[in-house]
């Protein structure tokens, strides 16, 4: 059972907008950044959003994040094939001073 | 170019040791906190295991008293001695850089297979 929470997985067609949630507790998304990973098949994890909204250099602006209170949230606009993957988020918790992830979420692009 | 790869993943029975290692090229390992994460087949991310930069380690509860990490400075390399394995060590294990408060996982190594099976 993951710390933070995240649906196992969702959906879209291409050029559409999706969302993936991230609900954890006051000890770790409520007082800390968050951060995301996209796992492309067969690959190690990237680094996508950190704290809470920034990009790294040469993530395309279509993946966005952000949080509110407990909860935290990506989406990615103008959906493309290259885009199905497994997302992950994850934040320091204070109470267990170590970093937690969600269990991920797997996108399917229909 | 910050490179991370590691190897050593094997399969082994359970009670056997084994040791992982991650060779690091366009940053020094010594000056950075370094992590191991695992990730069991078709399951999420998990931490494992963190040295900082000044030598202090911390491990995941799951893995206390039978993992260490350490780092060789000269190597530029990360370590990771796994004894007494579980057939729930069974993961792809990631090393990357990151993984302490305020400094997050901003790079990985590709994973290498550690099965643990009789």
């Keep these: 059972q993951s710390v933070l929470t995240q649906p196992p997985s969702t ?12 609900s954890g507790s006051s000890s770790n998304i409520g007082s800390n950044y968050v951060y995301w990973y996209q796992q492309l098949p067969g690959t190690a994890p990237k ?6 909204n920034q ?8 993946f966005s ?15 493309r094939s290259e885009d199905e993957a ?10 267990l001073s170590a970093w937690v992830f969600g269990g991920g979420t797997k996108l399917t692009v229909l | 170019e910050v490179r991370l790869v590691e190897s050593g993943g094997d399969l082994v029975q359970p009670g ?5 290692s991650c060779a690091a090229s366009g940053f020094t390992v010594s000056s950075n906190y370094m992590s191991w994460v695992r990730q069991a087949p078709g399951k999420g991310l998990e931490w494992v295991s963190v040295i900082y930069g000044g030598g202090t380690t911390y491990y995941a ?46 790079y990985w190594g590709q ?8």
């Design chain 1, 86 to 95: 497994d997302y992950y988020c994850a934040t320091w918790d204070d109470s």
């Design chain 2, 16 to 20: 056997e040791s084994l040791r992982l």
């Design chain 2, 61 to 106: 509860d799951s893995v206390k008293g039978r993992f260490t990490i350490s780092r060789h400075k000269s190597e530029n390399t990360l370590y990771l001695q796994m004894n007494s394995l579980r057939a729930e060590d069974t993961a792809v294990y990631y090393c990357a850089r990151g993984g302490a408060y305020n400094y997050h996982f901003d």
């Design chain 1, 47 to 52: 680094l996508l959003i950190y704290r809470n």
């Design chain 1, 11 to 22: 959906s879209g067609t291409p050029g559409q907008r999706v969302t993936i949630s991230c």
């Design chain 2, 111 to 118: 994973g290498t297979l550690v099965t643990v099976s009789s």
């Design chain 1, 55 to 62: 990009r790294p250099s040469g993530v395309p602006d279509r």
């Design chain 1, 65 to 79: 994040g952000s949080k509110s209170g407990t909860s935290a949230s990506l989406a990615i606009s103008g959906l």
